[in-house]
């Protein structure tokens, strides 16, 4: 089994809530866990109530404690739900870069000493291009945010984003083996931490993106 089936599994044998069978049951289900979230980023999970859940998803309330039996579980949901149909996804674009880049080293017998230096620009790029796309969609990262916290409380939300952040990791160390570290794995957690403290101060403007840049720069030639 690949990693990414790995773990799609993990993240749907994490869900608390019941999960319909019917086309109608999922679509009603899916109205509950958006207005959930749009709930979250307005008020955040403290405005969280099976009625003000039903009224914004326009759906009865009994539907809410239907497929949730209560705002644990609900919050749980919702978040593996993002997880999987927008974390996933973006987390995907990145490793699919970093095995074609890996793809292109393999090829390679003897790197240069310019052949490194245009690796290791390509790897900030790639770098840069994953957060500041991640910038943009605002919505998406305050909300990864929140759930992170909410990890804090809840272990199997907690397993969701640490299997979520390993399959990163595990790619990205696949281009530090090839580049000869002793520890790739090491050093793809290294950049991974970094990344996310770059992250946040890209969302909340504590650095300009070209602070970023520089940051990632020193890191990978640091790492190589």
Partial sequence: MTDKLILLEIVKNAYKGKIPTRSDGYKRRKKIILATQKIIMDKGIQGVRHRAVAELAQVPLASTTYYFKDISALLHDTALDFYEFVLLPQAEVLVGSAYQFFEGLEKLENISESE?????????????????????????????????????????????????????????????????????????????????????????????????????ENLVNKLI
């Fill in 116 to 216: 490194l230096i245009a690796i290791k620009g390509e790897m900030v790029n790639i770098l840069f291009t994953h957060m500041t796309n991640e910038k943009e969609q605002y919505v998406d990262s305050l909300l990864e945010y929140t759930f992170r916290n909410e990890s804090l409380r809840n272990k199997s939300l907690a397993k969701v984003i640490s299997a979520t952040e390993f399959y990163i990791v595990k790619a990205i160390g696949k281009v530090f083996e090839i580049l000869g570290s002793t520890q790739p794995i090491l050093d793809s957690r290294v950049l991974m931490s970094i990344l996310l403290y770059l992250q946040y101060n890209l969302l909340v403007e504590a650095d300009t993106p070209e602070e970023v840049y520089q940051t990632l």
